[in-house]
Structure formats: structure tokens, C-alpha cells
């Protein structure tokens, strides 16, 4: 299971934090990532991270989000900052590749102009 919180709405420019609580099943084997999606616009991966701590992101965010795990609490984090518009969409962590489990329900960020 799932469960994304930190979302809301907030001026270009700002940040917001966002947390995902995964079952122990699910986040302790594996690699986590953060997905974005956008109004009419496919699912995509902006964030990864491994259960070493390595991380990856998609040239759209990088310099500008972070993400981090708390592996005690099952918790992945994706810190944004200097938000832009188009980061607008549906946040979603999961596992990644052929990993991937059933979707949590998201959490909205909206980034006005």
C-alpha cells in the first residue's frame, strides 16, 4: 500500500514537500520513485531512488527537487523547490520497473503562474 500526502497549491517560485508512507513489503526491497502526471499527459518518473540512497531525475526537475528515504519509517520524500508551472500534475511514488505495485491515490500540486 501506498499513501502520498503534501500536496496543494502554491505561486511559481514555491515549495512544497511531498511524502509517501509504502508498506514494509513494498519499501523495503526495493527502489522508489516519484511519478508526475500532468492534465492529458502520460505518467512519467521524475525522481528515483535506491535502497542505498542513489538517486536519479528527470532532466525536467533536476537542480530543483530532491528526494530522500527514511528506510525506518517506510517513508520516501520528494522535497520541490523553485516550482514552476508545469510541474502541475498528480504526484504518485511507487516502486520502479517491472516492480511497480498497485497505485496509491496521488496527491495534487497545482503551481499558478
Known amino acids: 500500500q501506498l499513501v502520498e500526502s503534501g500536496g496543494g497549491l502554491v505561486q511559481a517560485g514555491g515549495s512544497l514537500r511531498l511524502s509517501c508512507v509504502a508498506s514494509g513489503s513494498i519499501f523495503s526491497i526495493n527502489d522508489m520513485g516519484w511519478y508526475r502526471q500532468a492534465p492529458g499527459k502520460q505518467r512519467e518518473l521524475v525522481a528515483a531512488i535506491t535502497r542505498d540512497r542513489g538517486t536519479g531525475y528527470a532532466d525536467s526537475v533536476k537542480g530543483r527537487f530532491t528526494i530522500s528515504r527514511d528506510n525506518a519509517k517506510n517513508t520516501v520524500y520528494l522535497q520541490m523547490n523553485s516550482l514552476r508551472p508545469e510541474d502541475t500534475g498528480v504526484y504518485y511514488c511507487?516502486?520502479?520497473?517491472?516492480?511497480?505495485?498497485?497505485w496509491g491515490q496521488g496527491t495534487q500540486v497545482t503551481v499558478s503562474s
Open positions: 511507487n516502486a520502479l520497473g517491472v516492480s511497480i505495485v498497485a
